[in-house]
């Protein structure tokens, strides 16, 4: 049995997992009925509209995502406790995934609204930029096969890039201003129909949902990775795999299965 | 001794490398040249275009040579163990950070200095109206370039192989910088810059109070 198969013997789902998971899965597909179905089409841009229960609820992922890791960067730098490392990294991976699909679905979403792919609008910009920053975040987690080190250096990145987040936006958002373009269209005009809400607000559940249930995965994936690690290693080493585990005091790593 | 005076010995110490491996001369300056030319080339001939794009040119010269001296400035520490004694030396941390800026900073100021008279020559650039906002631009640009620079210069430089990350790193957080100091510049030409140069303040404070916080624990190994 390699390294890999007995380290994932040992990692078993919390409990939850699996209900967060189906819990995701129906609000999505709640919220697929509702925003196909239920939601009228608007008034002025007709069906394309219904793309903005998918590029909103992303957008505000793409940030929660990074609000978490730069709130577990500062943990782990605190307490050197590798589970918050493990967060930082599955939140970066998530959010660079819902940001990159934020841009895609408003490039689709702008073309036949405002006739062009893409417009430098501060918001774009801003995201455009935030993509690119954690794009960075994760290369430095690949610099390094020091786990300490990756963790220590990823923190000091994940930390810095989010601070930069509000002076970017501000910045964009003084140079748009100089630059009179095209007037940017409000989501959905001025008001918004109730029914759209709602729509929109269970949609934005339901993604918020998913990414936790995502998060959940990928951090019982992290567990497995460096429990891996610790496998392969402790024959060489000499010592119990659990004294290779950073979090060895106190991570609640399941007991291993007897008779494996 | 004092942070600032501790900072001062780490920043004198890297000039003096600088200035007796003449890296600036050799190899920053040509490079900063070569990308005005190459600019100057893709954009062609016609006077209106080059000179409207002047402060964009001047700061994206300045941005990517900064790139090259950030790893320069680390790459010496790492060879022969250099950094393990910068580390044992009696020094805060936030002052060895402090200091490996300041020393990057006076490197570009004085590159910069070059550059302009170049964009001045080749782009038509004008600095005659507001020249103290144009100032004030580069050295508070220069001063978070070199915040941001010599915080992920060290993370690059101690992992050996990272040279082409280095870029990735930079380029993206310093986008209000060659924003705001694009801007700064051109307001430089006819009327204030001030909203401009505070922006940049705002991010010098940002990127210094983060770069003291943090850099003590990319030193931990």
Known sequence: ?260 | MTTIRQAALVAGKDLRIQFRTRFGAAALLPFAATLLIAFGLSLGPGRALLREAAPGLLWLAVLFASVLSFGQAYGSEVEDGALEGLVLAPLERAAIFLGKAAAVAAELLLLEAVVIALVVALFGLSIGARPLDLAAALVLGTVGLAAVGSLFGLVVAAARRGEALLPLLVLPLAVPILVAGTRATAAAASGGAGSWLGLLLAFDAAFVAAGMLVFGFLLED
Request: charge should be positive; proline fraction near 7%.
């Open chain 1, 1 to 260: 049995m390699s390294a890999a198969e007995r380290a994932m013997g040992r990692i078993v789902a919390r409990p939850g997992e699996r209900a967060l998971g189906w819990a995701a899965a129906a609000a999505l597909a709640a919220s697929a009925v509702l925003s196909l179905a239920v939601a009228p089409p608007d008034a002025q841009q007709g069906q394309v509209q219904r793309l903005m229960y998918v590029h909103v609820p992303t957008a505000w992922l793409a940030y929660l995502a990074f609000a978490v890791v730069f709130v577990a960067s500062i943990a782990y730098l605190r307490t050197k406790r590798s589970r918050w490392d493990r967060l930082a990294a599955a939140s970066a991976e998530l959010g660079v995934l819902f940001t990159a699909l934020t841009i895609l679905l408003g490039s689709l979403w702008a073309r036949p609204v405002w006739g062009t792919w893409w417009t430098w609008d501060p918001r774009l910009t801003t995201t455009a930029v935030l993509l690119l920053i954690y794009l960075g975040y994760l290369a430095v987690r690949r610099l390094t096969d020091s786990p300490p080190r990756r963790a220590r250096w990823a923190a000091v990145v994940g930390i810095v890039g989010f601070i930069d987040v509000p002076i970017v936006h501000l910045s964009v958002q003084w140079w748009r201003s100089l630059h009179q373009g095209p007037t940017v269209a409000r989501l959905g005009g001025p008001t918004i129909a109730p029914v759209m809400l709602a729509t929109l607000l269970v949609a934005v559940a339901a993604f918020t949902l998913a990414y936790l249930y995502l998060l959940a995965l990928r951090l019982r994936v992290g567990r497995v990775e460096e429990r891996t690690v610790a496998e392969a290693l402790s024959p060489r080493i000499g010592r119990p795999a659990e004294d290779l585990l950073d979090d060895a005091a106190g991570a609640p790593v399941e007991p291993a299965p007897r008779g494996r």
